[in-house]
């Protein structure tokens, strides 16, 4: 169980260290309004993992009581969707691109919210929860719901520590990125080994 746990905890690190809209909007805000607007961004954003977590935690726990073939089922999608985003990755270009041109100055109460809605109405973070959660729950005894919260809170918390240092030396981070592409094709390589990781683990009979 407790092995699981940080297999999911370092997983979800590696995936929020890498370069995404979500990190590079904090990254972008931050640059341009300070870093506790940053940080108000990045508690939007985890906001949205809760109804997100919500949405996974009963949906797919009702369907695991109900049939465990379609639970198969599920994970075969999540293998799928992983290797997908994997095979993303590999054709995208290493360099990490963002400017703080035309960045328009908001309060804190505004890139919250901002923050929450980006999460809420992007579908793609809801299908990644579906592919990703399932593989990860640790205990034949507990609650499917319980178990989902759980990985949700530690979703929310390693993402919310790795956001955060984003938003406090982000001005550090830009400088690095312009300095060294490397750091780019690093992230990139990183990403990839953890999807197509998780892939290969959910395909492993048990």
């Known amino acids: 169980m407790l092995e699981i746990l940080i297999s999911f905890a370092l997983s979800t690190g590696a995936l929020a260290i890498s370069p995404g809209p979500d990190n590079i909007f904090v990254l ?11 940080i108000a961004t990045v508690l939007g954003l985890m906001t949205g993992c809760i109804i997100h977590t919500t949405l996974i935690a009963f949906g797919v726990s009702e369907i695991i009581r109900t049939n465990e073939n379609v639970f198969f089922i599920i994970k075969l999608f999540g293998a799928a969707y992983l290797l997908y985003l994997s095979y993303k990755v590999y ?23 901002t923050g929450f809605w980006m999460n809420i109405l992007n ?31 530690i979703f929310i918390l390693v993402s919310f520590i790795v956001f955060s240092l984003i938003a406090i030396l982000a001005g550090s ?34």
């Open 28 to 38: 972008t805000q931050s640059i341009v309004n300070g870093r506790k607007f940053g």
């Open 91 to 113: 054709k995208s270009d290493a360099k990490i691109a963002f400017s703080t041109e035309n960045v328009e100055k908001k309060s804190t109460f505004e890139l919250f919210k």
């Open 123 to 153: 579908p793609k973070v809801t299908i990644f929860f579906l592919a990703f959660f399932p593989q990860f729950l640790f205990s034949k005894t507990i609650s499917t719901v319980i178990q989902f919260y759980v990985l949700g809170g």
């Open 173 to 206: 981070i830009s400088e690095l990125i312009k300095k060294n592409q490397n750091v780019g094709v690093f992230l990139k390589w990183l990403q990839i080994v953890v999807f197509v990781g998780i892939a290969i683990f959910i395909l492993i009979p048990d």
